[in-house]
């Protein structure tokens, strides 16, 4: 089955439920950093609940099939769990606080969606859209939509003003500036005047959280708030695109691409100091030392959440410092066309995400984020720092490990 290439107004038939869309941009300006999305919409074109509005703070609806790998720009979908009243599916894509910083989508010059099928990595449909006299900080650029009881593909490539916020609200979810507890979640609500044995009214629910925190320039840096239940468990994602280029000269060992690999070193209070990562093995602890645990070793850069290093915050009294790092064990380093990125997730905190910028093509390493613990509070700051390797690193953070050679 040939690929079928569409422009803005287009539509073509889907011959599988099981899809795989990626939404990619020609263009990586430094400190432009984009977001992509979908709104699940009944007949009314608006979303049912907050639920369906699926982007960075809210990556998944499984029950209807759709899941998002953060980073990535990548969609999965199995359409047919989703319910009958979902009548279409939009695809966005828009410029993170893309008025506040004058920026918008004619920077990428170029936004391409790529559907493929699931299960066999076939090219069903292409749309390409040249981006570069659009005004707009955010695009509605595509649709997936019923009719007659099938799944059909439709080119959009329409321009919205405004950013995520408006387009969201458009859509009808109910979007709260500065809330910190994620959709459809709150306290019980006691009522005094309740019969005795009735259940309360459930809480209202919270409006969706788009709080995130970008750290855009190296040495930038930002607290967690403190809270009196403490952190919790602190995610570290790594997402990244395994295979950016298909030209030759970039990537030499094109069937297997880059496998780029989450690490950290670690030191404690009590001076005792390692490292936790795939490499030789040390995929750590998250309730012994080091309180810091890698839950996998994605070799493939394929996988939907990517690869995670897991910090347990109700330890974190005990930690001094974390370095947080990535590096090209197999491939070219190619930073600058991997377009990596780092997202820290708390319980209750804005996300806070670091791209791997200004990029060292002739480095394997790259020191991203540094975790300090300033009176039981965590700090992050933005490094972005490229090496040649491990004991090149450890020596400009003063860190004191001795290095070997290792395999995975």
């Known amino acids: 089955m040939n690929r079928i290439d569409l422009v803005a107004g287009q539509n073509c038939p889907l011959s599988s439920k099981d899809l795989h869309i990626t939404l990619s941009h020609a263009q990586n ?71 506040a910083q004058g920026q918008n989508v004619a920077l990428l010059k170029n936004v391409t969606v790529l559907v493929k099928d699931f299960l066999t990595g076939l090219e069903l449909a292409c749309f390409s859209l040249d981006t570069g006299t659009y005004k707009e900080t955010a695009l509605i650029v595509a649709e997936l939509y019923r009719h007659q009881g099938n799944w059909k593909f439709r080119a959009v490539g329409q321009g919205f003003i405004g950013g995520l916020q408006p387009l969201a609200e458009f859509y009808g979810v109910d979007v709260g500036e500065g809330e910190s507890l994620p959709a459809n979640t709150g306290p019980a609500v006691n009522t005094p005047n309740a019969a005795p044995g009735s259940m309360p009214p459930p809480a209202p629910p919270r409006p969706v959280n788009l709080s995130k925190i970008i750290l855009e320039k190296r040495g930038q840096s930002v607290s967690l708030e403190k809270r009196q239940d403490g952190l919790g468990e602190v995610l570290i994602n790594l997402n990244w695109n395994a295979t950016p280029v298909k030209s030759a000269g970039f990537f030499k060992a094109a069937r297997s691409g880059v496998d780029l690999d989450l690490a950290c070193l670690w030191e404690l209070h009590d001076g005792s100091k390692g490292a936790v990562q795939a490499l030789g093995g040390h995929f750590g602890n998250l309730h012994r030392v080091p309180f810091i645990e890698l839950d996998q070793d994605d070799r493939s850069g394929q996988s939907i959440g990517g690869e995670n290093l897991r910090i347990n915050g109700g330890q974190w009294p005990a930690i001094r410092r974390i370095l947080v790092f990535a590096f090209i064990y197999e491939g070219v380093p190619n930073w600058s066309h991997v377009d990596a990125v780092i997202t820290l997730k708390s319980p209750q905190q ?13 480095q394997n390493l790259c020191a991203v984020a540094l975790l300090e613990n300033v009176g039981n509070q965590l700090r992050i ?14 020596k400009a ?12």
């Open 29 to 99: 300006p430094e400190g432009v950093a984009v977001d992509i999305s979908a709104f699940l919409l009944n007949s009314q074109g608006k979303v049912a609940s907050d639920q369906d509005f699926v982007f960075y703070n809210q990556p998944a609806r499984h029950d209807q099939g759709v899941e998002l790998a953060v980073g990535q720009g990548k969609f999965t979908f199995h359409l047919d769990r989703a319910a009958t009243s979902l009548q279409k599916i939009a695809l966005a894509l828009s410029i993170s606080n893309g008025l």
């Open 381 to 394: 700051t933005k490094l972005v720092d490229y090496f040649n390797g491990h004991p090149a690193m450890d």
């Open 397 to 408: 953070y003063s860190w004191g490990l001795k290095y070997v050679a290792g395999s995975k």
């Open 350 to 362: 804005p996300d806070i995400e670091v791209r791997l910028d200004s990029h060292r093509n002739d």
